[in-house]
């Protein structure tokens, strides 16, 4: 659409990267100019939930509408070795697409998928086992992705044989992974049900790397959890990241963990600023389809150059009485992807919007501190 | 459970708490108990024992985790959690009548026009299969003797006054047609359609992405000061509760462990559970900690909850005295009250972490 | 003209749906009845004593001599005519079953709205006394155990039974058979009674367990909690609230079963009371392998279910405005 190219990202990316990791040449997974159009269905918006023991016939997607859906549009992204990249959005920005088309649960209409250097975008099945074993996803209700009837043990066993670990070590591995998140040895005879919802999340962080991954693809993993729980599993993941086991005892001394193999990267995607920037290294912006704004994480909250980024941030409830209920700067709620509105997408909820905005599509550029935005009218660099 | 019989410490509480009993009093609680038949395990006693009481207009932040027992307390205010085979005990006083001693009718006639409630998940607290503007109207119509038309015509004003963009269209929506955000201001529409002197807001936005809670948010803000009624806001989240409450009320396995304005919860909080909760919150002021100051372990079981203060087993601070069983009273000074035996300049030392409050 | 009219695709869409579940099951009853034993229809149109001259006669002038496919398509062109004859009888199938529809659909008429009545009570009953005391728990157990006495009573054993104690003994009902609605209402009243009971004790209590599942699981909704919250009458979110959801998985099953018994399925009580119905035909055609009717017959019901299963789905979107028909 905007036949800009978008490629700072990448050198973005790589140049994390290289900061990071010497042998980060490559970045781990990148999405490059990635389009996913559906058409419009009642998948999406359709039935779900709300007590519907319907016929499963009744709730499929109606043919009727032939409009396309733009999920994703020109997006691009590159995660490098042990980076975190976090994705920020409303519902129906996309951004759980460009995580399930990343582990190519959904395939791009255009564009195209890397994992290692090598393309995915149209590999097959037989393929891709391999790739997803090093690429593996943690779902944002750990109640719905575990069954119900396996013990935790059985659940973390399957993923450990896949990856080759023989029978006589797979329970000592079994400990050893819910150590990692936290758990005890006797969850292991535990199902599901027997656990707290922090618990099952932690089972799912398990599952995901019992296959040992460089990348954990991390669908609103806290979002469905309590606070209290939520900060538990944001500090899992900071541990993991840090290549550390969590604290063993409540605070008796950081003893870390066996010395495990090196951090995954993650890709994590939420709805809450305020999450994201305490799990990532870097944040990407979506709204509507398209990336709004990029950059390291502390950047991009402090001094949001977009105005949806900002809106965003000011969403964010302030824990402090004196400051009041939060800022409502955006009413309403996003336009639907089917007809995204013409030019900048965001413009007919900006508060900065000009009839540039409405005419032409800002293009994903980068700014002098080197982040990229898309915007006409960036925020200046101090808020 | 005799430990429940001994542990009645709230019964002070509605005197110390509300500042000036009496005239201003909309709603007072004392010693409400709620079990749940358990199956094998006897009765879970979800709530046990908790007491305060509400003026006219306040806004009361409810706050805890997930078996903390604030829903059940919360929803049983209006006999709700009866239904689904509670057991309810103690005194529910609304505009000076004991809703919990009421007939069945005499509580019909508070549900939706004294005391109107709100639910977590919009997705399912409506009805899928009846038109928005049919749902609130039902609700009028058992409160007023309008119309149908009139009822109808009610409805729609409740949406706009919710906030709904075209309110006589959506008034012919049906619940799966509108977004979340929409459907929550549709709840709380049908919530306010027979002018409430409190709303129970239970966990209204967990469902809901940032910036609809954001909006949410200010939506009850602005028409409590409109109208004037009282709110009670049941939420796990206590960063939500800082710009709307007056005053907030922290539970832990069943009962009240602090209770204060909401300057004084979030300046100076006396249990090291709410410092907590403080310290889970992720933030964006600041600097970014490495770790978030957050709680360990997991919630005990209301089924059997621990001797003594019901959350020493997780308190990197519990000494002896925490297992002998801690009173709810004011140890400040000012009417606030807490159940922790730490003394108090002990407790401004331990809570700070890194600038911030946590635990 | 962008897209077709929704209703319009949805009727091409389920006439080819009919199209192809008719062929199917055509042709896989047609090729059942090819490979077991002793299905030859030739040893069975010549006779028992018959020469083998005489038997390759009859497979000549039948033409089972010619490939199973040219086999098939006349089946099927006979059927589609109306010309279909039976192997055993030699009388024209479509005729008969004209001629056995009307005991059949006296009995499904009849005996599908009874269940529907019963089961809908007696789930509701269950459910309401589920969720009360212990006494009014001890009787919804008690009701578990009828209504898993009738699901699992055998149509014979229950029809007999029936038959023997108020027919034979007590002369209140006769003793089977059918008699037309045109000539006799009242003794058609009288020859119905206990064929509608037998099959509504088979159904009310499988549906009742239904209704009362699907009841207990709309109570749990947090939309009942809301319609209680806005404090209307028990009665009104028991009505407009609970029941009006419960009962929506009832409405497709009773469409299916509506067409499995008018498509003859009630073959067992259709036989124990002699009602000379399309089930009875089907059950001593099958005794006799006799092709044709069979084939009639199941494609007769593939059709009916087709066909009920497009009207339930009707019904369904009207009372559900989160379906969508396809």
Known sequence: MSGEPVSGERFAGARAAAADAADAQTPLLELSHVSVHFPAAAGLAGPRGGGSRLPSRGGGP??????????????????????????????????????????????ATSGSVRFEGADITRASRRALRPVRRRMQMVFQDPEASLNPRRRVGRTLATPLKLAGVPRARLEDEIVALLARVGLEREHMHSYPHELSGGQRQRVGIARALAMRPRLLLLDEPVSALDVSVRAQIVNLLADLREGAGPRQGARAGAAPGPPAEPPPAMLFVAHDLAIVRQVCDRIAVMYLGKIV???????????????????????????????????VELTGEPPSATAPPPGCRFHPRCPRASELCAREEPPLLPRADGRLAACHHPLGAAV | MGAGARVAAGRPAPEAGAAQPGAGTLLDVRDLRVGFHGGARGVVRAVDGVSFSLRRGEALAIVGESGSGKSAMALSLSGLTCEAGADVQGAVEFEGVDLLAAGERRLRRVRGAGIATVFQDPMSALNPVQRIGAQIAEQVLAHEPLSKAAAAARAVQALRAAGVPEPERRARSYPHELSGGLRQRAMIAMALSCSPRLLVADEPTTALDVTVQAQILAELARLRAETGMAVILVTHDLGVVAGFADRVLVMYCGQIVEQGSVSEIFEDPQHPYTWGLLGSIARMEGERPRRLPAIDGVPPSPARPPAGCRFHPRCPHAMPACKAPVELRDRVGGGRLDRCVLEVERKRALRTRSGAIGL | MRAAHPMLTFAVRRLVAMVLVLFAISVLTFLIFQVIPDGDPALRLAGKFATPQEIKDVRIQWGFNQPIWVQYLRMMEQIFTGKVISYTQQVNVVRQIGEDLPATISLTVGASVLWLIAGVALGVVGALLARRGRVARAADRLLGAVAMTGISMPAFLLGDLLLFYLGFKLHVFPLGGYVPLTEDPVGWLTHMILPWISVTVLFAGFYSRVLRASILDTMGESYVATARAKGISPRRVMVSHVLRNSLLPIVSLWGLDFAAVLGGGALLTETVFNLKGVGQYAAESTQRLDIPPIMVITMLTAFLVVVLSTVTDLVQAALDPRVRLR
């Open chain 1, 293 to 327: 704004e990029s950059g390291p994480a502390e950047q991009v909250c402090r001094a949001p150059a977009h105005p949806y980024t900002r809106a965003l941030l000011a969403a964010v409830p302030k824990a402090d009485p004196a400051a009041g209920p939060p800022r």
């Open chain 1, 62 to 107: 109606s043919r009727r509408a032939r409009e396309v859906v733009h999920a994703l549009d020109d997006v691009s992204i590159a995660i490098a070795p042990g980076e975190s990249l976090g994705i920020v959005g409303e519902s129906g920005c996309g951004k759980t697409t460009l995580i399930r088309c990343a582990a190519r649960l959904v395939d």
